[in-house]
């Protein structure tokens, strides 16, 4: 061992190892030079290991970008369908009244819901008074007919002997006109019956014509006269209509007879009908016009309620695009499209038909736009994306 030890004057006595010095002298040395080494390779490659540290975080990022589905819509011959809703009613709707004078309701034979025939009777009023009347009238018309069989058995006797020459011209004259006169009465007292046997009938309140009774306004014992209104009312036949209200650029594609579906509000099943009437003219504050849809009875229709209506108004060329392209917020109906950078954008569309076939959008696309199929949620405005494109279908 290599020691060299050292007295002081002092009491404290001192040992030095050299060979633990010599040891950590030769561990830096190698340390340094390591050092020099790595300094010497960047400076010989040039500084490529910092760039490519940015290349390397360029693809960590571009792995982050999402890819989506997108189509090419195009513009395809479809039919062209005009959505409009509006009330239920009766197509002819009846009201069915008093005709005679009026009295107490003794009978109510049928009610609301309820099918009748022309002519069939629906309500019936007390007569008592009025049949009086008849009886009266029809003793008169007996009288009368004595009076003109007395008249002209007179008349026929004066003829006789006028022959004989008891009788004079001017006699007979007398009873001729006594006898057209008997006869002339009969016809009045015939006249005043009829009369009031046709008032009786009017006591009857019939049904104008065949059809289904929506509304009963009577009841029994109730007092009516001409003045207290309908009684009943009819839908004739039972043919329902739809009074849709459209937008005046819709209005002119409807044509007289074009067909249309009906779905009552509530319904689960829609109702063939076709336009029968559309108006001439377009309501100068709402700036609507009325189109009126033939539609059979049905039991889910109700006259009063709300019902909606698709009428078939030929063909129109517009973009297609599967349900789930088409979102909605509070602000409308939209679609995400891709621009030249492959960024989203928002596009706010109009909706025309939709069918099994897609969603037709009426308005908002040209159909040369790239439009994302699905994946619409997850996406947002400016976001970068990795479109693919999909065969847009025919």
Do not use: C
């Amino acid at each position: 061992m290599n020691r060299e030890t050292s007295i002081h004057s002092s009491d404290t006595l001192v040992v030095v190892d050299r060979s633990r010095n010599r040891r950590r002298m030769v561990i830096i040395g190698a340390i340094a030079a390591l050092a020099l080494l790595v300094i010497g390779l960047v400076f010989l490659t040039g500084g490529s290991g910092d760039k490519a540290q940015p290349g390397a975080a360029g693809g960590a990022s571009a792995g982050q970008v999402p890819t989506v589905t997108v189509v090419v819509p195009g513009r395809s011959n479809i039919g062209r369908v005009v959505t409009a809703s509006g009330p239920l009613g009766a197509r002819r709707d009846q009201p069915v009244g008093i005709a005679g004078q009026g009295g107490r309701v003794v009978r109510v034979l049928v009610d609301a819901g309820s099918w009748v025939r022309a002519g069939q009777v629906l309500a019936v009023i007390d007569r008592s008074v009025q049949t009086q009347q008849a009886a009266q009238l029809a003793a008169q018309v007996d009288a009368a007919k004595a009076d003109a069989a007395l008249a002209q058995n007179n008349y026929e006797r004066a003829l006789a002997l006028k022959d004989r020459g008891f009788v004079s011209k001017a006699e007979i004259d007398a009873k001729k006109a006594a006898r057209d006169a008997a006869y002339a009465q009969v016809r009045v007292a015939q006249a005043q019956l009829g009369a009031t046997r046709a008032q009786i009938g009017q006591l009857n309140v019939t049904a104008p014509t065949s059809g289904l009774v929506l509304e009963r306004n009577v009841e029994l014992g109730q007092i009516v006269s001409p003045g207290s209104g309908a009684l009943f009312r009819l839908a004739e036949g039972g043919s329902m209509e739809v009074r849709a209200q459209l937008a005046q650029q819709d209005l002119a594609f409807v044509r007289v007879g074009m067909p249309a579906q009906v779905t009552p509000v509530g319904a689960d099943h829609s109702i063939a009908g076709s336009v029968w009437q559309v108006a001439p003219v377009i309501d100068p504050q709402s700036r609507l016009g009325e189109v009126r849809i033939a539609i059979p009875y049905d039991r889910s229709i109700r006259p009063g309620g709300f019902a909606e209506a698709k009428i078939t108004a030929g063909q129109t060329a517009a973009p297609q695009l599967p349900q789930s392209a088409v979102l909605s917020d509070d602000q409308g109906n939209y679609v995400y499209i891709i621009n030249g950078k492959n960024e989203v954008e928002r596009r706010n569309i109009k909706i025309g038909n939709v069918s099994d076939s897609g969603v037709t959008i009426a308005e908002g696309l040209s159909g040369n736009e790239s439009v994302v199929l699905s994946a619409g949620p997850f996406l947002n405005p400016g976001q970068k994306v990795n479109p693919k494109r999909e065969a847009a279908a025919r």
